[in-house]
């Protein structure tokens, strides 16, 4: 049984093409699930001129994504709420140790986290950048500082050659050593 647990979580997310950057990150880093707040996405996601297929690898087949009316009730009460931004008072993501079960609450586009959120989440994290990130941009960060924190990761050309793109078949030239 998995003892980790990753949770995304979106305020009233706005963008079909942040949602879709959100589910590819996802399926990179193995989250376990995706939720979100609001009626914005869903309206956007509608209109078939505003969809874009940034999910490429098909991370929303395989995770779910679910609207919740309140993102504290979207998991047990074993799972730790982080809040992702950029708050006065948050601890600077380099600094921080990611809990093992986590949800990561991100605020939308054109905002912030809630205040209420703030105040009940476990810990509220922010990335040290000038300036604020996409939101999209921003759970990839999260993700790998979790990835490349708590070592749950593989490594090496086998997982090269099943993650890379099917038109990517580069290698490095090996160099043959002086003696």
Not at 86 to 107: D, N, S, T
Not at 108 to 131: C, F, H, N, R
């Amino acid at each position: 049984m998995k003892s980790s647990y990753i949770g995304i979580g979106l305020l009233n997310p706005k963008s079909p093409t942040n949602v879709g950057g959100i589910m590819r990150a996802a399926g990179c880093y193995e989250a376990d699930a995706v939720f979100f707040t609001g009626k914005r996405y869903l309206l956007a996601a509608s209109n078939g001129n505003a969809q874009y297929n940034t999910d490429t690898k098909g991370a929303g087949r395989a995770i779910p994504q679910t609207q919740v009316e309140d993102l504290r009730e979207a998991v047990g009460k074993d799972v730790s709420l982080v809040c992702v931004d950029l708050v006065e008072g948050a601890c600077p993501l380099p600094e921080f140790q990611h809990p093992e079960k986590a949800l990561y609450i991100f605020g939308p586009e054109d905002g912030t986290v809630t205040q209420a959120l703030i105040d009940v989440s476990d810990a509220v994290v922010y990335m040290p950048t000038k300036g604020c990130m996409n939101l999209a941009a921003s759970v990839n960060v999260l993700l790998y500082d979790r990835m490349a924190k708590m070592a749950h990761f593989e490594s090496g050309d086998t997982l090269i050659r099943q993650s890379r793109d099917t038109n990517n078949r580069v290698k490095v030239k090996q160099v043959a050593q002086k003696g």
